[in-house]
């Protein structure tokens, strides 16, 4: 494998990706098939009744274009069902979570701007707070993980761990850590309020969150004729878990992307060139997460310091 030229690595590469494609694309074509024709059988029942129970009081078209309308200010998160918690869509906490939404790329598709100023200023608004949020979560990097390699350098030291095996231990910690407390607790408060949500539901919610994924076929508290106050709580709790949240998903996705093995196989698909002593060294042999946390030992007398 380590005599493979660049182009044979890269082209390795792809077609690994396009069978994962078509791999997730079989699986989810036999799981979800079926259901969505049984779904799509129902809704015709349904209409099929409905229409020999009422159709003569209904001109021909009438019932298709009423579902039209509403079917198109559903996508635009206007729902006719007249749940009172969601009469206004872009009141401040909802507007709060659409933004928010927008800055951390989750955009669940839960409302769309309806006015072309509103598009505009999206794209705008966009284009200039995604620059913005990424140089906060860099900041925020950069204060949270010297903390980290801390703990790393007193367990590698403790234990008398390799630095390979203490940043393995350290990834793995961090990444129970942030599952536990980010996806388990949030799943497990969300499904004993949402009644009509079950605990995988709930995990897959938190999950598609915090990945930005954001699918939009659910959202906290929408449908169930909530008191408006606590549907704007739950926006707001649902905000700051957002920007939390990322934030510990991505101090995760950094400390697994410089594990050894994770750079040795990015180094293969790379370069050709053998890897290095920094390659080798490991999450807690660099930069922030390096054993240097450590106070050097004190220069002899009379030798000036090394530079």
């Not at 009469?87 to 669940?108: E, H, I, K, Q, V």
């Not at 709930?202 to 076929?217: E, N, Q, R, V, W």
Request: proline share 6%; net charge neutral.
């Amino acid at each position: 494998m380590g005599a493979l030229r660049p182009w044979a690595r890269y082209g390795l590469l792809v077609v690994g990706h396009l069978l994962a494609l078509g791999l997730g694309a079989a699986v989810l074509q036999a799981l979800e098939g079926p259901p969505a024709l049984r779904l799509q059988a129902n809704l015709r029942a349904e209409l099929a009744t409905f229409q020999a129970e009422y159709g003569v009081c209904l001109p021909p078209g009438a019932l298709e274009e009423l579902l039209g309308a509403a079917l198109a200010a559903q996508a635009h998160g206007v729902s006719s069902l007249g749940n009172g918690s969601e009469a206004r869509n872009w009141d401040l906490p909802s507007a709060l979570l659409f933004t928010a939404s927008l800055l951390t790329t989750t955009g669940y598709g839960h409302m769309a701007p309806l006015s072309a100023g509103g598009k505009a200023f999206c794209v705008l608004y966009t284009a200039l707070g995604l620059p913005a949020s990424l140089a906060l979560v860099a900041a925020l990097r950069r204060c949270l993980l010297p903390l980290l390699s801390r703990q790393g350098a007193w367990v590698a030291m403790h234990w008398q761990l390799t630095p390979a095996r203490a940043a393995l231990l350290q990834a793995a910690g961090l990444g129970l850590l942030v599952a536990g407390t980010f996806v388990l607790l949030p799943a497990l408060v969300l499904w004993s309020l949402q009644g009509d949500c079950s605990l995988l539901e709930a995990i897959y919610f938190c999950f598609g969150s915090l990945s930005t994924i954001g699918l939009g076929d659910l959202l906290p508290g929408r449908g169930r004729g909530l008191h408006p106050v606590l549907y704007h709580l739950g926006q707001f709790a649902l905000l700051g878990y957002l920007l939390l949240g990322l934030l510990a998903m991505l101090l995760a996705v950094e400390t697994f992307s410089e594990l050894p093995q994770v750079r040795a196989m990015v180094k293969f698909f790379g370069s050709s060139d053998p890897l290095n002593a920094e390659d080798k060294g490991g999450i807690l042999g660099q930069d922030e997460l390096a054993l240097s946390t450590l106070p050097p030992p004190e220069a002899a007398a009379g030798q000036a310091p090394a530079c």
